[in-house]
């Protein structure tokens, strides 16, 4: 069946560094998706990954392994305003996106 | 580029009205359009998929009766909620997927207060 786990919530520091993991379990693979969700507003879109590996962007950076069924996104140089859920979302062979749950991520002083 | 508006941003509407929300893909095609509803501090829900041109097609539990899709051009869908309860107040977003790519690109959501 269909599946995405990610954490319900983290808490990091400003200034420092969190990894969100997310697996996932699907129906074929056309990529994966992290998008940010900040409170009372839509998502926007952080990254695509479809080959494995590491891609950076900026602070953000998103890491795909698809014979383990894995993706992480890392954020770097924590500010107060990356305060937000992160939505990890894979697209499946059919082209339907499947959404996880969504990290809350808290960001403290 | 590849911006998506809705209006309205908000409406308050009272119980039994219908009332209905557009969805525009500004810079780009959009054969494909998302309708998702997210209550308070839950995550989305896909409500229905659209295609130009076709019917929509609606996820399981979503009445195709009380929410109406209309995806009639390649940069307009709207979504009426006929008949709205308060149970039905709850933030609606949109997504297009153009031609090009996987990608859905969000509009700034819809929060719809029923009375």
């Known amino acids: 069946g269909q599946n995405i786990d990610q954490p319900t919530e983290m808490t990091a520091t400003e200034g420092a560094i969190v990894q969100i993991n997310c697996t996932y379990q699907t129906s074929g693979f056309n990529g994966l998706f992290w998008y940010q969700q900040h409170a009372g507003e839509a998502p926007t879109f952080l990254s695509y990954n479809v080959l494995d590996g590491l891609e950076e962007k900026g602070r953000f950076s998103s890491f795909l392994s698809r014979s383990k069924g894995y993706s992480y996104l890392l954020l770097k140089e924590l500010q107060m305003k990356d305060s937000a859920s992160y939505l990890c979302?894979?697209?499946?062979?059919?082209?339907?996106?499947?959404w996880g749950a969504g990290t809350k991520l808290i960001i403290k002083p | 580029g590849a911006v998506v508006s809705q209006h309205p941003s908000w409406v308050i509407c009272k119980s039994g009205t219908s009332v209905k929300i557009e969805c525009r893909s500004l810079?780009?095609?959009?054969?494909?359009m998302f309708w998702y509803r997210q209550f308070p501090k839950q995550s989305l829900m896909l409500m229905a998929t659209?295609?130009?041109?076709?019917?929509?097609?609606?996820e399981q539990g979503v009445e195709k009766d009380k929410f109406l899709i209309n995806h009639a051009s390649l940069t307009l869908s709207t979504l009426t909620v006929t008949s709205a309860h308060p149970e039905d107040s709850s933030f609606y977003i949109c997504s297009a997927r153009s031609l090009a790519g996987y990608e859905q690109y969000f509009g700034p959501g819809t929060r719809l207060t029923v009375t």
């Open positions: 810079d780009f095609q959009a054969t494909t």
């Open positions: 659209s295609n130009e041109g076709s019917k929509a097609t609606y």
């Open positions: 979302a894979v697209i499946e062979s059919n082209y339907q996106l499947i």
